[in-house]
Protein backbone atom coordinates (compact mmCIF):
# COMPACT_ATOMS: atom_id res chain seq x y z
CA UNK A 1 0.00 0.00 0.00
CA UNK A 2 1.67 3.27 -1.14
CA UNK A 3 1.71 6.09 1.67
CA UNK A 4 2.68 9.90 0.91
CA UNK A 5 3.42 11.66 4.22
CA UNK A 6 4.25 15.44 3.21
CA UNK A 7 6.37 18.08 5.54
CA UNK A 8 7.58 21.40 5.52
CA UNK A 9 4.20 23.84 5.63
CA UNK A 10 4.13 26.48 7.55
CA UNK A 11 3.93 30.01 8.19
CA UNK A 12 5.89 32.36 6.25
CA UNK A 13 5.86 36.28 5.04
CA UNK A 14 5.51 37.22 1.49
CA UNK A 15 8.37 37.20 -0.87
CA UNK A 16 9.52 34.53 1.88
CA UNK A 17 9.72 30.37 0.31
CA UNK A 18 8.96 27.11 1.44
CA UNK A 19 10.30 23.43 0.46
CA UNK A 20 7.64 21.10 0.65
CA UNK A 21 8.95 17.47 0.94
CA UNK A 22 6.87 14.16 0.03
CA UNK A 23 8.45 10.85 1.88
CA UNK A 24 6.66 7.69 -0.77
CA UNK A 25 7.02 4.29 0.45
CA UNK A 26 4.98 1.01 -0.21
CA UNK A 27 6.07 0.42 -3.52
CA UNK A 28 8.39 1.24 -6.47
CA UNK A 29 8.87 5.27 -6.59
CA UNK A 30 10.29 5.12 -10.33
CA UNK A 31 6.99 3.75 -11.08
CA UNK A 32 5.00 6.75 -10.59
CA UNK A 33 4.58 9.92 -11.61
CA UNK A 34 4.25 12.84 -8.33
CA UNK A 35 2.75 15.99 -8.43
CA UNK A 36 1.28 18.27 -6.03
CA UNK A 37 -1.58 19.81 -5.72
CA UNK A 38 -3.34 22.51 -3.51
CA UNK A 39 -6.85 23.48 -2.24
CA UNK A 40 -7.85 26.57 -0.26
CA UNK A 41 -10.77 26.80 1.85
CA UNK A 42 -13.99 26.76 -0.27
CA UNK A 43 -12.14 26.02 -3.22
CA UNK A 44 -11.66 22.99 -5.32
CA UNK A 45 -8.26 21.20 -5.51
CA UNK A 46 -6.03 22.16 -8.29
CA UNK A 47 -2.99 20.81 -10.00
CA UNK A 48 0.22 22.81 -8.88
CA UNK A 49 2.87 20.84 -11.07
CA UNK A 50 3.83 17.21 -11.77
CA UNK A 51 6.84 15.28 -12.49
CA UNK A 52 7.28 12.10 -14.15
CA UNK A 53 9.60 9.11 -13.33
CA UNK A 54 11.95 10.63 -15.85
CA UNK A 55 12.04 14.28 -14.36
CA UNK A 56 9.58 16.30 -17.29
CA UNK A 57 7.59 18.56 -15.63
CA UNK A 58 5.08 20.58 -15.67
CA UNK A 59 3.69 23.70 -13.71
CA UNK A 60 0.25 25.78 -13.52
CA UNK A 61 0.43 29.04 -14.99
CA UNK A 62 0.12 30.58 -11.51
CA UNK A 63 3.57 29.36 -10.42
CA UNK A 64 5.57 28.98 -12.75
CA UNK A 65 8.83 30.92 -12.98
CA UNK A 66 8.14 30.24 -9.12
CA UNK A 67 7.63 26.73 -8.10
CA UNK A 68 9.80 24.04 -8.85
CA UNK A 69 8.89 20.48 -8.93
CA UNK A 70 11.67 17.67 -7.96
CA UNK A 71 12.62 13.90 -7.38
CA UNK A 72 14.79 12.11 -5.32
CA UNK A 73 14.53 8.58 -6.96
CA UNK A 74 17.03 6.62 -4.40
CA UNK A 75 14.87 8.31 -1.82
CA UNK A 76 11.58 7.88 -3.22
CA UNK A 77 10.68 11.84 -2.04
CA UNK A 78 9.66 13.91 -4.15
CA UNK A 79 9.95 17.88 -3.61
CA UNK A 80 8.27 21.42 -4.04
CA UNK A 81 10.38 24.60 -3.91
CA UNK A 82 8.37 27.41 -3.11
CA UNK A 83 9.74 30.83 -4.05
CA UNK A 84 8.14 34.18 -4.05
CA UNK A 85 5.51 33.07 -2.26
CA UNK A 86 2.11 35.35 -2.05
CA UNK A 87 -0.60 35.47 0.02
CA UNK A 88 -2.65 33.53 -2.83
CA UNK A 89 -0.54 30.80 -2.23
CA UNK A 90 -1.96 29.82 1.34
CA UNK A 91 -3.40 26.94 0.88
CA UNK A 92 -3.60 23.20 2.37
CA UNK A 93 -0.57 21.54 -0.25
CA UNK A 94 -1.24 17.66 -1.21
CA UNK A 95 1.24 15.19 -2.86
CA UNK A 96 0.21 13.14 -5.25
CA UNK A 97 1.29 9.46 -6.94
CA UNK A 98 0.06 8.34 -10.00
CA UNK A 99 0.80 4.59 -11.20
CA UNK A 100 2.70 4.81 -14.89
CA UNK A 101 0.93 1.55 -16.07
CA UNK A 102 -2.96 2.22 -14.94
CA UNK A 103 -4.95 4.22 -12.76
CA UNK A 104 -4.14 3.91 -9.42
CA UNK A 105 -3.52 6.69 -7.22
CA UNK A 106 -2.28 7.75 -3.87
CA UNK A 107 -2.66 11.12 -2.05
CA UNK A 108 -0.90 12.53 1.00
CA UNK A 109 -2.53 14.06 4.62
CA UNK A 110 -1.82 17.42 3.33
CA UNK A 111 0.47 20.10 4.84
CA UNK A 112 -0.84 23.71 5.32
CA UNK A 113 0.69 26.63 3.88
CA UNK A 114 -0.02 30.02 5.42
CA UNK A 115 1.50 33.33 3.53
CA UNK A 116 0.91 36.23 5.68
CA UNK A 117 2.10 38.92 7.06
Known amino acids: QVQLVESGGGLVQPGGSLRLSCAFS????????MGWYRQAPGRQRDLVAT???????NYADSVKGRFTISRDNPTSTAYLQMNSLKPEDSAVYYC???????????WGQGTQVTVSA
Open 96 to 106: YAKWRFGQRDY
Open 26 to 33: GSIFNYYN
Open 51 to 57: ITNSGIT
